[in-house]
């Protein structure tokens, strides 16, 4: 699992950063939290807000920080969700069972984090 935070280096981009970190060590997850400044990486994931929680390069959180119980459950929710994809579909192969037929040959849906 990747976890980032994005902005522009403000204090309230500072706080959820910090309160990231709290949660994930709360949650006693061996991930590092990574603190992303570069404005082009919000761009490119299409948002025009920050803060952004991103956790597998997808937002799940953005704007003003949440408290920490919110921060805590975009998480568990994006692990949970991550591991059961990765479980049923992937099988570390790069070819998604899960994906619409369209979308095979793509690749994986999980962006290699199977």
Request: hydrophobic share 30%; with cysteine; charged share 25%.
């Amino acid at each position: 699992m990747k976890i980032q935070v994005l902005g522009s280096g403000c204090p309230t981009c500072k706080k959820l950063f910090e309160q990231t970190k709290q949660v994930v060590k709360d949650l006693g997850l061996d991930v590092e939290v990574e603190y992303i400044t570069d404005i082009q990486k919000i761009v490119e994931m299409g948002m025009m807000t920050s803060p952004i929680l991103a956790v597998n390069g997808k937002p799940v959180l953005a704007g003003l920080p949440g408290d920490l119980e919110k921060i805590s459950d975009v998480i568990k929710n994006s692990f949970e969700s991550n591991g059961s994809e990765s479980d049923k579909c992937c099988n570390g192969k790069g070819n998604c069972d899960c994906e619409p037929e369209e979308n095979k040959n793509s690749g994986c849906s999980c962006g290699g984090n199977c």
